[in-house]
């Protein structure tokens, strides 16, 4: 199953930052990486799947509120990446994170990171 390709998960202590990379397959033409929606989701045990970021392929951003001013969401079309900036990380940001891609035209087609663990100690 094809999958995208995360890294930067992991521990830090409350206050902290990660940086969270995620890389779409070389499949993936960049012309047609351009033309993708994409975002983060998160999901803690109990929780359901929340959307956590997402940039548009026409570089429109949203954020859930209680992570707006913390987070960045950034894409490197050229490299077929997304990433996730987290600052001032809190206990309740602790969760699995999934990358998400999908074309936002013509013959839907959405991919999803295998997740990586990102757990803030208080």
């Known amino acids: 199953q094809v999958q995208l390709v995360e890294s930067g998960g992991g521990l830090v202590q409350s206050g902290g930052s990660l940086r969270l990379s995620c890389a779409a397959p070389?499949?993936?033409?960049?012309?047609?990486?351009?033309?993708?929606?994409v975002a983060w989701y998160r999901q803690s045990p109990g929780n359901e799947r929340e959307l956590v970021a997402s940039?548009?392929?026409?570089?429109?951003?949203e954020y859930k509120a209680s992570v707006q001013g913390r987070f960045t969401i950034s894409r490197a079309n050229g490299k077929r990446s997304v990433y996730l900036q987290m600052n001032s990380l809190k206990s309740e940001d602790t969760a699995v994170y999934y990358c998400?891609?999908?074309?936002?035209?013509?013959?839907?087609?959405?991919?999803w990171g295998q997740g990586t663990q990102v757990t803030v100690s208080s």
């Open positions: 070389g499949f993936i033409s960049i012309a047609s990486f351009t033309l993708y929606n």
């Open positions: 940039i548009s392929a026409s570089g429109a951003m």
């Open positions: 998400y891609v999908a074309r936002s035209t013509g013959r839907h087609y959405e991919l």
